[in-house]
């Protein structure tokens, strides 16, 4: 009869093991598992917010030229409809890659902040004077700073 308790009691300490040593590494594989997904998670923000910011600033250089085009004539080039499709390529791609870093993102400052530097840098376009154009590039320049630093923060 001890024996068979015996056997019994092994049985049931074998299983118990099991359970436990199966609950553990289920833990563990979660744990893993979460792990791996937030830094997929930050590795696209980062390269969504790197692109973001890489587009604003060629989106930004294409519209000041234009801009120097337009104002000071034949110094600078022709207002050709080769630069005009560049200023929309460039408008374009700065806008999918606001979107694709809106996406990622699920900060309301983030959020906040691509929409407004898209406005302002588009507000280069339309700028009266070279004072108003010098402001809007301060301006502009500033906002990319800051997005590229507000992102930072939350990718650290």
Sequence with gaps: MEAVIGSVVAVLGTLLGSVVTHLFQRRSADRSEHFARAERLRQERIDAYCAYAGALLDYRRVLVHRWFVRHEGERCGEDTPELREEVYKNRYAAQEAMFRAQMVSDDPEILGLTERIMAAV??????????????????????????????????R
């Design 122 to 155: 588009t507000e280069i376009h339309w700028a009266d004077d070279r004072d108003a154009l010098d402001a809007l590039r301060d301006t502009t320049r500033q906002g990319i700073r800051d997005f590229v630093a507000a992102t930072a923060r939350r990718v």
